[in-house]
Structure formats: structure tokens, C-alpha cells
């Protein structure tokens, strides 16, 4: 949907960023929080002392039921780094939070939010970013595509919808005018 590339628009703008995307990288990296829990659940994946994701993938693409086995904890995790983002951006003076949160919805994160920004652009634009990444596949996208709440009703309950399909000048005047709204 152009997230990250919208997030970096809003850091532009003074906010601090939260990435939980990043975020799960961390706890995934050499010696991260969660590789000790996805060695004992998932023994195969860790390698040199780091998730190795293909082969977390090829779990979660196996058994479904594994993807709330991971989310389980990993979730929770996550959190814990955001509380921590916060009180760093508190602490570096910033007025302005935004949480890059892709599973915000599904994940109830929403419940925790002052105001949601929902990034979205039209199902074809989409499906070619997403597709254009390093990696992903039809069914790596068709996966991630089951997880989620539809775009439509993200849009019915956001704050502000940011649409990216539109130029990343249309874009970046929608990031300006949220950023001066909420300060």
C-alpha cells in the first residue's frame, strides 16, 4: 500500500516512527528475544543464532494453525517494543507517534491508538508493489492477503485514509495536513 515509504513522509514531517515490521526483524536477528522460543517450537529455523525466515515461512505454509502459534508470542513482544518507542520519542520530545503497524486490526492494536491512518491504494497498484519485493511470491501474497481485514473495511475505520495510488505528491500533502491537524 506504500506504508513505509508514507511513514518516511511522516518522519519527514517531525514524528517518530515505530516500525513493527523492524521490529520483528530484531526479534528474529542473532541472539534476538524470540529466537530462544521459535528454537523450541520451531528448531529448524534458527541458523548461526538467527530466524531464518524462509524456512519459518515453509512452517507457517505447511500448517496454517502454526501462524497463531508464532503470533502468540511474537505479538506480545512487539508491544513491549512499541512501549518502549514510546517512552524513547516522550523522552526525545516528540509530539507525534506513528506505529507502522501492518496487523493494527487483527492484532486489536486499534484499541491502543489515538487516531488510525489507514495507507491504501487501488487492489492492482497493491498486489504489483507487493509482488515487486524481493521474495514474495503469488502465494507468499495470498497468505499475507488471508491475514488481513479487507482494505474497505480498514478505510471505514480509520481517522485519515492516505491514498498512495494517487502520486507521492498527493500523497505527502495528505501526510502534511494530518501532521497539522493533530499538532
Do not use: C, W
Not at 138 to 150: G, T, V, W, Y
Amino acid at each position: 500500500m506504500g506504508k513505509t515509504v508514507t511513514a518516511k513522509m511522516f518522519e519527514d514531517a517531525g514524528a517518530y516512527i515505530f516500525d513493527a515490521d523492524a521490529a520483528v526483524h530484531s526479534l528474529y536477528a542473532k541472539n534476538g528475544t524470540a529466537v530462544p522460543l521459535l528454537r523450541a517450537v520451531f528448531p529448524d529455523v534458527i541458523v548461526e543464532g538467527a530466524v531464518e525466515r524462509t524456512k519459518l515461512m515453509q512452517h507457517l505454509n505447511k500448517d496454517p494453525l502454526n501462524i497463531g502459534v508464532l503470533e502468540s508470542f511474537i505479538h506480545p513482544m512487539v508491544v513491549d517494543l512499541r512501549k518502549q518507542a514510546i517512552d524513547l520519542a516522550k523522552a526525545n520530545g516528540k509530539q507525534v507517534f506513528v506505529a507502522d503497524i501492518p496487523l493494527l486490526f487483527e492484532t486489536g492494536g486499534d484499541a491502543y491508538v489515538d487516531k488510525i491512518i489507514v495507507v491504501s491504494a487501488k487492489p492492482s497498484v497493491q498486489r504489483d508493489r507487493v509482488l515487486a519485493r524481493p521474495g514474495m511470491t503469488p502465494e507468499k501474497f495470498a497468505l499475507i492477503k488471508s491475514r488481513q481485514l479487507p482494505d474497505a473495511k480498514k478505510r471505514a475505520r480509520a481517522d485519515y485514509v492516505i491514498e498512495t495510488d494517487k502520486g507521492m505528491a498527493y500523497a505527502r500533502r495528505q501526510v502534511q495536513n494530518i501532521m497539522q491537524e493533530i499538532l
